[in-house]
């Protein structure tokens, strides 16, 4: 296991959503991208509480769950995939879109560097500080889903990630 360098500082965790396949063999399988059910709005640093939308229909054992607003801002670097970053980020409620402020998202080409390991297609730095996620990967939703979900969860179980509950959502694998 590699340790991120800023936990010689003493506080960093990561935790990494790992590939199961190469990465070079899921890109070749890539489909088209989801359909986003995120709204087209802007970024906005002073969204409303009415922009902020609890996600109550999938409680599931173990899982937890934000209980008030939170928020998430979207790096240049994951131009053109802001939607699905979006949705993963909505999947968890109240979720609220900034353009400075909360978990900062990060996207890479490849694998995510100075994570735990050498073939993490996401990260988790310090429950929610910031993410990374890969781009070549099947459903990038999903796993921006599943980074997300590690601002207030660990793994569920091994297994391959899938939207089926969000107990399947912080499986160990993108696969
Ligand atoms: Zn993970």
Partial sequence: MRT???????????????AALPLTAQAAEAGPPPTSVAASAS?????????????????????RFP?????????SS????????RRGAEYWGYAVET???????DCVSGYVPDCNGPRDVGC???SGERIAVSTQVN????????????????????GCA??????DVMKTWTC
């Fill in 4 to 18: 991120p360098l800023r936990a010689l500082l003493g506080a960093t965790t990561a935790i990494a959503l790992g």
């Fill in 43 to 63: 970024a906005s640093a002073n969204a409303s509480p009415a922009d902020v939308t609890p996600n109550p229909s999938h409680a599931a054992a173990g899982v």
């Fill in 67 to 75: 209980q008030s607003a939170w928020s998430y801002h979207i790096t």
């Fill in 78 to 85: 994951c131009s053109g995939h802001e939607d699905e970053i």
């Fill in 99 to 105: 353009a400075f402020q909360g978990t900062r998202v």
């Fill in 124 to 126: 988790n730095w310090n």
């Fill in 139 to 158: 459903d990038l939703a999903l796993l921006a889903a599943h980074e997300f979900g590690h601002n207030w969860n660990g793994h569920t179980a091994q």
């Fill in 162 to 167: 899938t939207w089926k509950s969000p107990y």
